[in-house]
């Protein structure tokens, strides 16, 4: 039987974060890392992939190049949780024991959810900023749509970067009006939810980019079967059901918590870890932690959280193996940055209840409106801040906040 001071299940942005900022703090610290894949993403990446901004290249690297190397990586999956034991059963048939348990592998992307979307996605003009291998395919659609009907989808909440389905239908239309096509392209959004963003502040600045590019807006109205070669999509709503034609189709799927969290006791009802939304410790299991997507903190689920968290449940961590109580808070920081055109970004920036949590002074950046630096800043320093800072333990503007002051 394997056994470690601290095991981290999923190497994504959480996973790495996490170790890299433990790692920072205590340089000799005995971790594993369980984590089943070659490569590792910069999934905020995707959404400029999918406008031809980036190439798929940009935001992929191997896996191994961003593992720490102090730590021990067990190229498996978790196959289960068994925290009264202080026990993870592995996918290769093993097993490891912890200290301390931190659990961030991320949410479950269910394209299977939607009647006969799996069959034709990548194909049919059917596509999803969601995936790595179909963002290329989006690019290709959005070059080759001269007229006819795009629909954009949103599903019901909770799912990773609320903003990301907006996104790609505003950097589509951007590109539509940039090659005069925009008036022959009838865009329609159909979102699950009753409003356009969840935070009004941001509400304002998008409802004039719809109009803007004249985008056909449906809320309440949610995808529930495509039929690929019959070009078709059928929504439903309080109305019932109603069956739209397309020429191109850009699904977000609908997202869970991971499968094998799911299953275990480790989650509440919905499915997601359930911790304590400011110190990050399971409600249940006090030598557990999650960070990331897979936790059951409502905030907005986005790498610009995970940077604030990592270092809040990294000094959370130490201090629980320590025996001692957790000393800092999570503030429910997440960052969306909604693309409205090639150019300008809305940073859209709030913690817990929506309060707004703006990085920078309003009159260098005013996260209510479209800025031209916003968009340097995600095309140009983010993607850095990301590889070469949060995975590396580099705290940038994410000090953690002791739990009294964070409140
Ligand atoms: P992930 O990064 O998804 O990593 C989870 C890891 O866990 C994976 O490596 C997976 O292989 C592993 N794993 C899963 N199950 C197991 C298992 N059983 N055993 C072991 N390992 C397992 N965020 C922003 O901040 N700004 C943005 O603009 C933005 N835009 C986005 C646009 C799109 C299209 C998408 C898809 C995401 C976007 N995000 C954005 C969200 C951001 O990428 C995620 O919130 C972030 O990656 C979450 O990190 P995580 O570690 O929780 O999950």
């Not at 900022?21 to 894949?37: K, N, Q």
């Not at 896996?63 to 102090?70: I, N």
Request: aromatic share 8%.
């Amino acid at each position: 039987m394997i056994s470690r001071d601290v095991v981290i299940v999923g190497g994504g942005a959480g996973g790495i974060a996490v170790a890299a900022s433990l790692l920072r703090r205590r340089p000799d610290l005995d971790i594993a890392i369980v984590e089943p894949r070659e490569t590792h993403d910069y999934q905020p990446g995707y959404t400029l992939v999918g406008a031809g901004i980036f190439t798929p290249g940009k935001v992929r690297r191997t896996m191994a190049s961003v593992m720490p190397k102090a730590v021990s990586w067990l190229k498996t999956s978790a196959a289960g949780f068994d925290p009264d034991n202080n026990r993870v059963q592995l996918g290769n048939g093993g097993a490891i024991d912890y200290r301390l348990l931190i659990v961030a592998t991320g949410n479950r992307l269910d394209f299977d959810a939607i009647d006969g979307l799996t069959a034709t996605l990548g194909r049919n003009g059917v596509t999803s900023n969601y995936r790595y291998d179909l963002a290329p395919y989006t690019w290709k659609l959005v070059q080759g749509l001269q007229d006819d009907r795009a629909l954009f989808t949103q599903p019901p909440m909770p799912i990773k970067c609320a903003g990301a389905p907006q996104k790609a239908m505003y950097l589509s239309c951007s590109e539509w009006e940039r090659a005069g096509r925009l008036g022959a392209i009838k865009a329609e959004f159909h979102s699950a939810g009753e409003v356009l963003f969840g935070v009004p502040a941001y509400v304002p600045a998008l409802e004039r980019t719809v109009e803007r590019y004249g985008i056909d807006v449906h809320l309440g109205s949610n995808l529930i079967a495509v039929d690929g070669p019959g070009k078709t999509a059928v929504f439903k709503s309080t109305s019932g059901e109603e069956s739209r034609s397309f020429e191109m189709l850009h699904v977000t799927p609908p997202q869970k918590g991971c499968k094998v969290v799911a299953d275990s006791t480790l989650a509440d009802g919905s499915g997601y870890v359930e911790v304590d939304p400011s110190t990050l410790r399971h409600k249940r299991y006090p030598n557990v932690m999650a960070l990331g997507d897979a936790g059951n903190m409502p905030n907005a689920k986005t790498a610009a959280a995970v940077r604030k968290q990592a270092p809040v449940v990294a000094d959370n961590g130490l201090a629980i193996l320590d025996g001692k109580e957790p000393r800092m808070a999570y503030d429910g920081y997440g960052s969306c940055p909604l693309t409205v055109e090639k150019g300008k970004i809305l940073l859209a920036e709030f913690g817990y209840g929506g309060a707004l949590q703006p990085t920078f002074p309003t009159w260098l950046i005013d996260g209510t409106r479209p800025s031209r630096l916003a968009w340097v800043l995600k095309k140009d320093v983010l993607p850095s801040v990301y590889w070469d800072a949060m995975l590396k333990g580099h705290e940038w503007l994410a000090a953690p906040k002791p739990l009294r002051a964070a409140g």
